[in-house]
Structures are given as C-alpha cells and as structure tokens.
C-alpha cells in the first residue's frame, strides 16, 4: 500500500456502500475487469465507478493494469482488480489502529466499549433478514433444531474462522487455540480493543446456544496464539 494512501483515504474508501460493493465484485472475481465490465455487473453508471476506483486505488485496495492483449486502435483498457491479500490487510490495520484510538481515554473504558460492540454487531448479524428469515416456518424449525444439536464449541470453532483465524479445537472440546490473527498487530498495540471485541463477539455467540458467559477469550497466551475456553464463567 503505498504510503501516501494513509488511515484517511482507507476510511474514506470504504465508507462509502457503493465502494464496498465494488472491492467485493472485484474480490470475487475469476480475473480483472474494466469500468464497462463493472458497470453492467453492478448497475452503475461508467463515470460514477471510474470516481469510486479512484478512490479504492489510491487507499491501496485496488490495482490497475492495462490489458496488454487487446487489439485494434486507441489504448489498451484499464483492468481493474482487488489488491493482494496481504496489501487490503494492511490497509485495514490502519483504519483499526486508528478506529481504537477513539474508543475511550483509558484502557478500561476502551475495552468495555469494544467488547459492547462485539456483541451488538453479532447480535445484528443474528437478525434480521437472515437465512433464517428467509425460510419457510418448518424450514426454520428444522434449521433451529440443527443450530440447537451442533456444539458450541463447533459453533466458535467455525466462527473464529470466519473472522480470519486458523482455529484448532483440542481433544475434548474444552478449549480451541487461535492461530494466525488476521490483526496481529493491532492487537499488540491495542489489544484492549481488538481482543476485547473477540470476547463481545463470543458472549454473543454463547448467549445465542443458550450459555452464557461459556466462551472465554485468553489473548496471547502462548506464542502467536490465543485460546477460547469453553465451560461455565471464571469465578
């Protein structure tokens, strides 16, 4: 990412629905695509894309190239396509660390407001029009009944997954280690955050199977790995 993209022109970049949108489509993607192509994909005008890929290219998100195996007159068409892993992750490292520095003056207060917007995030995930509400009633009973059978340790397991880590569940079922933070360093700086935001995100998880407080986040404990506990609150 280049330097002079910054924690602004990332915030600004993806602010924007539209331009979420578009990072995704190109994400998605089976190889790059130019401004005609998106536009039909999206339903949006040519001119408008072409002022929302400014802006994603510039935070470091999106990168150009011309398509070298065209033929005919005039220049080649600029392709478009969503930058490497690696390059949209630091990216967004630098929105968090900024996003962290505004949760509260203390630590104390910072990690109470992360963790409270862990569960409040989940808990909206959970709702809504989700697959669930998107079935017919017997159809929700069943896929209820198989969300009621699964463990909640499959139930963290796939989760923490979905968040960008390489979870491993031990033998047993009481514990699952945490490897591969997809915000590693952010944690370290402002682990109050971060961390605390997974713990929201697993009370919520834990609510939802019906226990409480069984989902416990030990960040760091050992080396480049955390672990969750599974089993009733610490004392």
Not at 48 to 71: F, I, K, N, P, S
Not at 98 to 119: I, K, N, Q, S
Not at 139 to 156: F, G, I, P, W
């Amino acid at each position: 990412m280049e330097t002079g993209s910054g924690a602004a022109g990332v915030h600004k970049a993806l602010a924007v629905p539209a331009r979420r949108a578009l990072l995704t489509a190109l994400t998605d993607a089976a190889e790059p695509l130019d401004v005609q192509q998106l536009a039909a994909l999206l339903g949006q005008h040519v001119t408008t894309l072409r002022h929302h890929l400014t802006a994603l290219v510039e935070a470091g998100l999106v990168t150009t190239a011309r398509d070298q195996a065209a033929t005919g007159r005039g220049r080649p068409k600029l392709r478009y396509a969503a930058a490497p892993v690696r390059d949209q992750l630091a990216a967004y490292e630098v929105m968090v660390d900024v996003l962290a520095r505004g949760y509260g003056a203390d630590r104390a207060e910072r990690a109470a407001r992360a963790e409270e917007a862990g569960r409040a995030w989940a808990t909206e995930e959970s709702t809504g029009a989700g697959p669930l509400a998107a079935q017919a009633p017997a159809e929700q009973a069943l896929a209820a009944q198989a969300q009621a059978e699964q463990s909640l340790a499959e139930r963290a397991l796939a989760e923490a997954a979905g968040w960008g880590f390489n979870p491993e569940l031990a033998p047993g079922g009481a514990e699952i280690t945490l490897h591969g933070c997809p915000f590693q360093r952010n944690a370290a700086t402002h682990p109050e955050v971060v961390c605390s935001v997974h713990q929201g995100l697993l009370d919520a998880i834990a609510l939802r199977a019906g226990r409480p407080g069984a989902l416990r986040l030990h960040p760091f404990s050992g080396p480049h790995t955390c672990t969750i506990s599974i089993g009733p609150r610490d004392p």
